[in-house]
């Protein structure tokens, strides 16, 4: 029998799918199978009006078969069929959609949802086929039919025999090359693995046969007198898909057990989530989402190698493992999937294309995270706590990296322990709870609450029952840089130099005595050098004699965090203040040694600026110095 040519250049478009349309030669087993499910729908849905048919959906499936002898894999269903003349249209025809064809003539019900589209995925199976025959026998036909082909040179068609409608597709597998192990089609384990991967949730049974070990008690004994165990081969029909999705199913018919298992066993995780999302949504955009706030992070979260995504599935079939573009970055801890019909994929229904449909997804399923996360922190205080704990820094980089553009979207969730009790507090509990008089929400950044809990400037604060908020994380200072404000009360850093805690007079009396001893504070910053930027009094400090604040954009804790990063070869410097208290006694002692023992007062100056530096979470610059200062000073 001659051959025929495809229609269009066909090995060139072969060639092309093999190489470039598709990435993983695993994946033309999905499109197989699509291919059978949508062959069953399409008889499902005659037999719907048409009582010949003589199927009920529990009649319908399909099989699996493996032949290590052969090389062969087969993939047959007892759906629709085709007639010689679909076989050549459908398959003779490259890029012919029949499920395409049939969507448009036919209005489905809810339950019947035709995958295919492109009319190209049964060309996959040519990435581990040299040979692909496929018999078939239309419904309702009294004969069957045999298209037969090796790829790009073209097909055949021929009479054959086939007792039952359906589908029948042998492939006849590739032998092995130094890169590619086309056996691995032969094991049925990873059959298996690749069908649950893939086509779990397909509607209808896929079924193949099994080997098991099962173990078998003999007469024989051991040497304790126990009878010896043997393990025997057996083999059985089983079938390898779930096929109901849980997703799919009515939020009221599933219990909080089957969602942590399926969140276990779909995400291998061995702890339970702290939230379940589960959400439908009808409309313009038409999708089923199950998502899960995970409670712990997984060990490369905050790593490069990290790939933060939603599974994406189309009518049940996995298209992608990580759809990033699904979720925005800064909720790239939420683990789980999408099923959506309405999102337009590529040729191969491996990737997306960056469509209106997506966009429209993304945004909703930000605002149900969100607010999932709002209820947590509302109504679960100690589970959003070790939520926080966990991934706060993602949200907090997702408000600075965004330079407060998503502030509006994230701030809410902030989270920092304030000073008077060391509890977690989101920004609007902190502002609400600020005494009238109150101008600033004040903050303190450094590497430890306990140290900053303890700033010699926070006293006044104290006293004035105003509290502060402790910032212990490297981001947090230029997050709040960011911020700017909140409730409309403006951020204000204790290590800032004027905190608004002066009445008129203080300010006044204050100006008076720095302006009597200016000269005083100019010879120890003449002392100090560049180290600092200047001498002053302080209007913050209470009990403690000093303190160092900074000047400018740059604060203390910027300076120590800039320096550290890798690559900071020029080293980035505050403009450091010196700040004494004027009513301390030491204050009172430079007073007295001022003007006739200046240089003693530089001396002074040199131990009040270390001990500021320590108190700051700095190195002394000078140990040696900073010793003998002390020594001198005992005389």
């Given at each position: 029998?001659?051959?025929?040519?495809?229609?269009?250049?066909?090995?060139?478009?072969?060639?092309?799918?093999?190489?470039?349309?598709?990435?993983?030669?695993?994946?033309?087993?999905?499109?197989?199978?699509?291919?059978?499910?949508?062959?069953?729908?399409?008889?499902?849905?005659?037999?719907?009006?048409?009582?010949?048919?003589?199927?009920?959906?529990?009649?319908?499936?399909?099989?699996?078969?493996?032949?290590?002898?052969?090389?062969?894999?087969?993939?047959?269903?007892?759906?629709?069929?085709?007639?010689?003349?679909?076989?050549?249209?459908?398959?003779?025809?490259?890029?012919?959609?029949?499920?395409?064809?049939?969507?448009?003539?036919?209005?489905?019900?809810?339950?019947?949802?035709?995958?295919?589209?492109?009319?190209?995925?049964?060309?996959?199976?040519?990435?581990?086929?040299?040979?692909?025959?496929?018999?078939?026998?239309?419904?309702?036909?009294?004969?069957?039919?045999?298209?037969?082909?090796?790829?790009?040179?073209?097909?055949?068609?021929?009479?054959?025999?086939?007792?039952?409608?359906?589908?029948?597709?042998?492939?006849?597998?590739?032998?092995?090359?130094?890169?590619?192990?086309?056996?691995?089609?032969?094991?049925?384990?990873?059959?298996?693995?690749?069908?649950?991967?893939?086509?779990?949730?397909?509607?209808?049974?896929?079924?193949?046969?099994?080997?098991?070990?099962?173990?078998?008690?003999?007469?024989?004994?051991?040497?304790?007198?126990?009878?010896?165990?043997?393990?025997?081969?057996?083999?059985?029909?089983?079938?390898?898909?779930?096929?109901?999705?849980?997703?799919?199913?009515?939020?009221?018919?599933?219990?909080?057990?089957?969602?942590?298992?399926?969140?276990?066993?779909?995400?291998?995780?061995?702890?339970?989530?702290?939230?379940?999302?589960?959400?439908?949504?009808?409309?313009?955009?038409?999708?089923?989402?199950?998502?899960?706030?995970?409670?712990?992070?997984?060990?490369?979260?905050?790593s490069k190698d990290f790939e933060r995504g939603l599974q994406l599935y189309s009518s049940g079939v996995m298209i992608m493992e990580r759809c990033a573009d699904l979720l925005p970055e800064y909720f790239g801890f939420v683990k789980g999937l999408v099923d959506s019909e309405d999102l337009s994929l590529n040729i191969s229904r491996e990737m997306l294309q960056h469509d209106r449909q997506l966009t429209l997804i993304r945004t909703a399923l930000e605002k149900r995270i969100k607010h999932e996360l709002a209820d947590m922190l509302e109504k679960s205080r100690e589970d959003y706590e070790k939520f926080w704990n966990t991934f706060g820094l993602t949200i907090k980089f997702g408000i600075y990296q965004s330079y407060g553009a998503n502030r509006g979207q994230l701030e809410d969730l902030l989270l920092f322990r304030r000073a008077s009790d060391g509890k977690?507090?989101?920004?609007?509990?902190?502002?609400?709870?600020?005494?009238?008089?109150?101008?600033?929400?004040?903050?303190?950044?450094?590497?430890?609450?306990?140290?900053?809990?303890?700033?010699?400037?926070?006293?006044?604060?104290?006293?004035?029952?105003?509290?502060?908020?402790?910032?212990?994380?490297?981001?947090?200072?230029?997050?709040?840089?960011?911020?700017?404000?909140?409730?409309?009360?403006?951020?204000?850093?204790?290590?800032?130099?004027?905190?608004?805690?002066?009445?008129?007079?203080?300010?006044?009396?204050?100006?008076?005595?720095?302006?009597?001893?200016?000269?005083?504070?100019?010879?120890?910053?003449?002392?100090?050098?560049?180290?600092?930027?200047?001498?002053?009094?302080?209007?913050?400090?209470?009990?403690?004699?000093?303190?160092?604040?900074?000047?400018?954009?740059?604060?203390?804790?910027?300076?120590?965090?800039?320096?550290?990063?890798?690559?900071?070869?020029?080293?980035?410097?505050?403009?450091?203040?010196?700040?004494?208290?004027?009513?301390?006694?030491?204050?009172?002692?430079?007073?007295?040694?001022?003007?006739?023992?200046?240089?003693?007062?530089?001396?002074?100056?040199?131990?009040?600026?270390?001990?500021?530096?320590?108190?700051?979470?700095?190195?002394?610059?000078?140990?040696?110095?900073?010793?003998?200062?002390?020594?001198?000073?005992?005389?």
């Open positions: 029998m001659a051959k025929k040519q495809f229609r269009t250049e066909s090995k060139r478009i072969l060639d092309l799918m093999v190489n470039s349309i598709y990435t993983n030669k695993e994946i033309f087993l999905r499109e197989l199978i699509s291919n059978a499910s949508d062959a069953i729908d399409k008889l499902y849905f005659r037999s719907l009006t048409d009582q010949s048919v003589g199927m009920n959906r529990s009649d319908f499936a399909i099989d699996l078969a493996i032949d290590k002898d052969a090389r062969t894999l087969t993939v047959s269903d007892n759906g629709i069929g085709m007639t010689a003349e679909e076989l050549e249209k459908n398959l003779g025809t490259i890029a012919h959609s029949g499920s395409l064809d049939f969507t448009k003539n036919n209005e489905l019900s809810e339950e019947i949802d035709i995958i295919g589209q492109f009319g190209v995925g049964f060309y996959s199976a040519f990435m581990v086929a040299d040979r692909i025959t496929v018999t078939s026998c239309a419904c309702g036909a009294d004969s069957a039919n045999r298209w037969e082909s090796e790829g790009g040179d073209g097909y055949t068609v021929s009479p054959a025999e086939k007792e039952t409608a359906g589908t029948e597709i042998v492939l006849h597998l590739k032998e092995n090359t130094e890169h590619d192990k086309f056996d691995e089609f032969l094991d049925p384990w990873r059959v298996s693995s690749i069908v649950k991967r893939y086509s779990d949730y397909i509607r209808y049974p896929i079924r193949m046969e099994m080997e098991h070990q099962q173990r078998k008690e003999t007469e024989e004994k051991d040497e304790n007198g126990n009878p010896k165990v043997e393990y025997e081969t057996t083999k059985s029909i089983d079938t390898l898909n779930s096929m109901v999705p849980i997703w799919k199913r009515n939020k009221k018919d599933v219990t909080d057990e089957e969602y942590k298992s399926f969140y276990k066993e779909k995400f291998y995780d061995y702890a339970e989530p702290l939230r379940v999302i589960h959400q439908k949504a009808e409309g313009t955009t038409e999708y089923q989402a199950l998502l899960y706030i995970p409670s712990h992070a997984e060990f490369n979260y905050y977690f507090v989101p920004l609007k509990e902190y502002a609400d709870a600020m005494p009238e008089g109150q101008k600033y929400c004040y903050y303190a950044a450094g590497e430890s609450f306990e140290k900053l809990s303890k700033l010699p400037q926070t006293e006044l604060l104290r006293d004035k029952g105003y509290d502060l908020l402790c910032l212990t994380d490297t981001v947090d200072e230029f997050l709040f840089q960011i911020l700017h404000s909140y409730s409309e009360k403006d951020f204000r850093s204790v290590s800032s130099g004027d905190l608004g805690l002066e009445s008129d007079e203080e300010k006044a009396e204050q100006e008076k005595l720095e302006s009597e001893y200016k000269e005083l504070f100019d010879c120890m910053k003449e002392a100090l050098g560049d180290r600092v930027t200047e001498v002053r009094l302080s209007s913050s400090l209470k009990t403690h004699p000093v303190c160092l604040t900074a000047k400018g954009a740059v604060s203390l804790e910027m300076e120590k965090v800039l320096n550290t990063m890798p690559g900071s070869e020029q080293k980035v410097k505050a403009q450091r203040v010196l700040e004494l208290n004027g009513g301390h006694p030491v204050f009172e002692a430079l007073k007295a040694l001022w003007p006739e023992q200046k240089e003693k007062v530089a001396t002074y100056a040199e131990l009040l600026y270390d001990q500021a530096l320590l108190i700051e979470g700095l190195s002394v610059e000078d140990p040696i110095r900073f010793s003998n200062a002390i020594c001198e000073l005992m005389k």
